[in-house]
């Protein structure tokens, strides 16, 4: 494997270009006026054409030990040495391929799809400086910068949200990205802050090595720190509220965040800094809890909902949930894995959500749905193996690989049967929400008119080929029990990214039995569900409880927000309104008035007497000092 | 070549109030023109990076000297104060009436500004002060909102006041400094040399002195309360120079003159700076949330990022204080651009009260990319300029007291949800109906105006080490007061 295609000695000097051609590219659109709006759709898709050849080039020369490049020094104060400067690993490589390439699909579906829409050339601008973040992200060598792509995604994110900026709900939706996520960016700062206070350093690879002989109470503070910073980009309960919202941008916005972007960001934070996670594994564990937890309860709200979106989105937060439950129990690869395989498929459903919401005339409802099959085979094909991956259909998608065995791994942990029960009554969950929502959608009779809808080589490739990726990518790594097959991916991150033994014996015979028959039964059950919910009108779509997502939500909006405001509030009342202005300065203005009106004069010439006497014994002092020399 | 450039803007300024009576669009242009050239110079010196000193007696008998000295530090300074009344010019051009009183105004400004900077000596410091501040108060009072005149005058007692304790706690320097080493001297290059020892009742009271004069300016909390009235009301030209500008000055003046002076009451008080800082830091930005107008959420998110240069201040540390200095530039460009983008929406009678706008952008996308540039430049986007200082300052902070580092840090949470609602509801949402149908988007002038802070937001973003070259050897020199050395533990209150 480590023999190079091509030898390109060249190579690591050109790592610089794989984040920065898509920022340079949003640079362009921004600073270019006035060319045709197509134009703008070319310049970005080249521009991260560019970062996906240079990742590729990478996988030819073979070059994924650690080629470093310092680009130049951003600051250095002391210890503080800061560069902008970059590193690919072969963990890297595989999470700079999934974005660079997902994201270039997303880009290229985008040209078709945002074509005649509205704000090409902002839309064009943001796509490329998400994209160009997420690989600063990846690519950075220290953790300023890695800090710098992890807020341009924050911001983009914000911007794309609220992309259609008519609407208040759409503004609030991007705000609601954009505080939420901030919050876990704060906590990550000051996880930063503090590894340079305890490691004088800011060097990814230098802390790694410093990390065994700090006090494990530092340690313990940075991962948690570290911990919050991803649950919130990564929308894990319950930082997953701005999540279901965001689904106010385009679908191709979706899309990029979910797959190649923003949310797996949280994942790769946690496995970058996996060295010191090993090393407090007990704050370690609240990840898996957290992530097992999320994964079911997003999967139950999942079933609830009826916008073709939100069920994405709740999809997304759910299988998120599964990767941190990967991360929690030590089994870092499998997190990568699975991260891989869903990026093809939630790529795949996103971008066809879109054009199906755009058949129905902008109706996001799956209950007006219906019948779509036999007007679109190709996109009901290809959403049927989104669908499938989704549900994790045994044996022939790709998530059974990936999925299952992070089920198994969990098991593995501390009160492990509790986490795979979880893992495994989520699974069973999906299967449902996955199939419900294709039956809705494809088969029946229509509920309401299908317009027509043509979709040109731009759309079908990329959806074509995250199909393919979404039903085979599992086949590079087949589970360890079998002595058949390929074992590719695993072994290969092992130097950079370890993984934990999977169960042995009848327990882990047990548990993939099990994984394969919860999504087996979820999807059998699908199918009379939706009968019934056509025949009667009603569903689980009509259970206020689960369509509110238990209502997390609206808690925060009381529990938090309110509380919040008020207490803004109450403190300017009190320390400016009554303390500052009231005693201090209305007093003060009492007593200046008694005394103007002691002296009988009217209180507006009062200041200007003052400044003149000001002005006054300046130039008296001056003349005087002046005289003296 | 120093007092050239202190004293150029003063007598162009007394030139142009002469020459110009009847002339305002003449003494518009000349008073630009003096500006540029003046920060042209500055700029160019800066750039050489040489420190330039000149040393004078001046009143012998009270050991006043007339020594200036403008090292790297005070020139950043005084480059971006020039840069700002560029600015301040530019976004005023058209609303701004009666040139020929308000150019010499600024140009006097300026130049107690650059003196102030290069002042080496307490007593001329002084003078430079004051007449930094008077023009200041005529361009509060006859420019801006119909009802400034209140904020004005209630700007002006605060700061009567605040320079007056100011003068007090020299003179009981002067006295102190003189009774502990015999030497009777306002010169600051002398008196750092000796600095005053021990935390007694005298020095105490030297520093509190200090403390509230120079806090005002900043303003520091909680002695900003004069502050969100005074930038609300004034005309927005002029208060990019007194949020931007001067502003800088307060900190620039607790720099130079506390923990030099008298390191050990200074030190005995950091861990209370450095509450007060991190405190205020959030206050501020707590209340720019609550905030119904442009120019009150510019106003209180200014107070919360001077206030993160005091948690700075107060560290006294490497990272902290290149930071600071970092952050008094960053916070300067930032604050002067929005404040720009306010004084183009009061052009076009927008007053940013949100009741009155809303949906902006559809007519003006370019001011709004603008708006937005900023918008994210003051939350401290990592690339601008605003992260460079705010990263330092908050890494130094944190390695000093992690306490009081970690709740400045919430500063970044919190910017961030003043900073995208301000520009949600004046930029965004539908289209406000008492909004007028022809507002026009940026003119080539206004363009100008933008692109020279957006320029500087970023090469100072992308390229920190060139700032903190120029502030290095200042700053280090300002350092060598070891913090660590003094008192053992006091600065420990984690």
């Known amino acids: 494997m480590t023999d190079a295609l091509v030898t390109l000695p060249m190579m690591h000097h050109l790592l610089w270009l794989i984040p920065c051609a898509p920022l340079l590219g949003a640079l362009l659109i921004i600073a270019l006026d006035g060319l045709p709006t197509r134009a703008y759709g070319v310049i970005a898709n080249l521009a991260v054409l560019v970062s996906a050849l240079c990742v590729a080039l990478l996988w030819l020369s073979g070059s994924w030990d650690m080629p470093v490049q310092t680009a130049y020094e951003w600051m250095h104060i002391d210890n503080w040495l800061l560069d902008v400067g970059f590193r690919v690993d072969r963990f890297t490589l595989v999470m700079a391929s999934v974005s660079a390439w997902v994201g270039l699909l997303i880009h290229l579906f985008s040209t078709q799809y945002m074509r005649h829409d509205f704000g090409e050339r902002r839309y064009f601008a943001y796509l490329n400086l998400f994209v160009g973040g997420m690989l600063l992200f990846i690519t950075a060598d220290n953790l300023i910068l890695l800090y710098a792509g992890w807020e341009i995604m924050g911001l983009c994110s914000y911007a794309l949200v609220s992309h259609y900026y008519t609407k208040d709900e759409n503004v609030y939706a991007g705000r609601k990205a954009f505080v939420t996520t901030r919050i876990g960016d704060t906590a990550l700062a000051i996880g930063i802050f503090l590894c340079f206070m305890q490691f004088q350093s800011l060097n990814l690879e230098s802390i790694f090595q410093a990390a065994p002989q700090a006090p494990t109470g530092m340690i313990a503070a940075i991962c948690i720190l570290f911990m919050l910073g991803a649950f919130a980009k990564s929308a894990q309960f319950p930082l997953h509220v701005w999540l279901p919202d965001a689904m106010a941008g385009p679908s191709t916005v979706s899309a990029l965040i979910h797959a190649a972007t923003m949310i797996t960001a949280g994942v790769y934070l946690i496995a970058r800094t996996h060295v010191l996670f090993d090393l407090v594994p007990d704050v370690r564990w609240w990840v898996a809890l957290v992530g097992a937890f999320t994964a079911l309860y997003a999967s139950v709200s999942a079933i609830g909902q009826n916008d073709i979106k939100r069920i994405l989105a709740y999809s997304t937060i759910s299988q998120i949930g599964y990767m941190f439950a990967a991360l929690g129990v030590g089994g870092y690869s499998l997190a990568l894995f699975h991260l891989a395989v869903h990026a093809c498929f939630k790529a795949l459903m996103f971008m066809s959500s879109g054009v199906i919401i755009e058949i129905y005339h902008h109706d996001h409802d799956i209950r007006n749905m219906g019948g779509l099959h036999k007007q679109q085979k190709f996109l009901s094909f290809a959403y049927l193996a989104g669908s499938l991956a989704l549900a994790a259909l045994p044996l022939v998608t790709a998530s059974f690989y990936s999925k299952d065995a992070i089920i198994a791994a969990t098991y593995t942990a501390d009160h492990g049967a509790f986490l795979a029960g979880l893992g495994l009554l989520g699974a069973l969950l999906t299967g449902v929400y996955s199939m419900r929502m294709y039956f809705m959608v494809f088969t029946g009779k229509a509920r309401s008119e299908i317009h027509d809808y043509k979709m040109t080589w731009a759309m079908k490739l990329p959806l074509g080929i995250l199909a393919l990726g979404s039903l085979c990518l599992g086949f590079i790594q087949l589970p360890d029990s079998w002595s058949f097959g390929p074992h590719l991916l695993l072994p290969w991150l092992e130097p950079v990214l370890t993984s934990v033994a999977l169960p042995e014996g009848h327990a882990g015979e047990m548990l993939e039995l099990l994984g394969a028959a919860a999504a087996v039964i979820g999807i059998l059950i699908a199918w009379p569900l939706t009968k019934a919910e056509v025949r009667s009108g009603r569903g689980v779509g009509n259970i206020g409880f689960l369509n509110k997502a238990l209502y997390i939500d609206d808690l925060a909006k009381v529990l938090v927000i309110r509380p919040f405001l008020a207490l803004c509030a109450v403190l300017g009342s009190v320390i400016d309104g009554l303390l500052l202005n009231g005693v201090l300065v209305a007093g003060v203005r009492r007593l200046m008035l008694n005394a103007a009106e002691v002296v009988s004069r009217g209180q507006g010439a009062l200041v200007s007497r003052y400044v003149l006497l000001m002005v006054l014994g300046l130039m008296l002092i001056i003349g005087y000092l002046t005289v003296q020399l | ?494």
Request: with cysteine; aromatic share 10%.
């Open chain 2, 1 to 494: 070549m120093l007092n050239l450039v202190i004293y150029f803007p003063l007598l162009a300024a007394a030139a142009i109030w002469l020459g110009c009576r009847e002339r305002g669009t003449l003494a518009r242009s000349l008073t630009l023109a003096v500006i540029c050239l003046e920060t042209l110079i500055l700029f160019g010196l800066a750039m050489g990076g040489n420190t330039l000193s000149l040393d004078a007696e001046w009143i012998a008998d009270y050991g006043i000297h007339y020594h200036l000295q403008l090292d790297g530090l005070g020139l950043a300074l005084s480059v971006l104060s020039g840069g700002l009344a560029v600015v301040a010019m530019l976004v005023g051009w058209e609303r701004i009436d009666r040139w020929q009183a308000f150019g010499p105004l600024l140009l006097a400004t300026l130049s107690g500004m650059v003196g102030l900077f290069a002042a080496y000596d307490l007593i001329l410091f002084y003078v430079f002060w004051e007449l930094m501040l008077i023009p200041m108060y005529f361009m509060l009072a006859m420019w801006g909102d119909p009802d400034s005149r209140r904020s004005a005058t209630q700007f002006m007692l605060v700061t009567v006041t605040a320079s007056l304790l100011m003068l007090v706690a020299i003179i009981l320097l002067f006295i102190a400094h003189g009774v502990q080493t015999g030497i009777y001297t306002f010169d600051y290059g002398i008196l750092k040399q000796t600095p005053l020892i021990g935390n007694t009742l005298l020095s105490k009271l030297i520093l509190a002195g200090l403390l509230l004069g120079f806090g005002v300016k900043v303003p520091v909390f909680p002695l900003h309360f004069w502050a969100p009235l005074a930038y609300r009301k004034g005309d927005p030209s002029v208060i990019i120079m007194l949020s931007g500008a001067m502003a800088n000055a307060g900190v620039y003046g607790l720099l130079r003159f506390t923990m030099p002076l008298m390191p050990e009451v200074t030190a005995a008080f950091a861990p209370w700076g450095m509450a007060i800082g991190a405190i205020g830091t959030l206050y501020g930005a707590a209340q720019a949330i609550r905030q119904e107008d442009l120019r009150g959420v510019i106003a209180w998110s200014s107070i919360s990022h001077m206030n993160i240069a005091i948690l700075a201040l107060f560290a006294w540390q490497a990272q902290a204080l290149h930071g600071m200095a970092l952050q008094l530039l960053a916070h300067g460009l930032s604050v002067a651009g929005l404040f720009a983008i306010a004084a183009l929406l009061l052009d076009r009678k927008r007053d940013g009260v949100y009741a009155n706008v809303g949906g902006l952008y559809a007519q003006m996308p370019k001011l709004g990319m603008c708006f937005l540039f900023f918008v994210v430049a003051t939350v401290g986007m990592p690339g601008l300029a605003n992260f460079a200082g705010e990263a330092l300052i908050l890494a130094g902070a944190i390695s000093r007291s992690i306490l009081w580092g970690s709740v400045g840090a919430v500063t970044i949470l919190l910017s961030v949800i003043y900073g995208v609602k301000v520009y949600g509801k004046v930029m965004l949402g539908p289209v406000n109906p008492r909004v007028p149908t022809e507002l026009w988007d940026l003119n080539s002038r206004e363009k100008a105006a933008l692109t020279v802070l957006i320029i500087a937001i970023l090469v100072i973003g992308l390229m920190p080490q060139l700032m903190i070259e120029t502030v290095h050897l200042p700053t280090a020199e300002l350092l060598a007061v070891n913090i660590d050395s003094l008192f053992g533990g006091v600065h420990a209150i984690d």
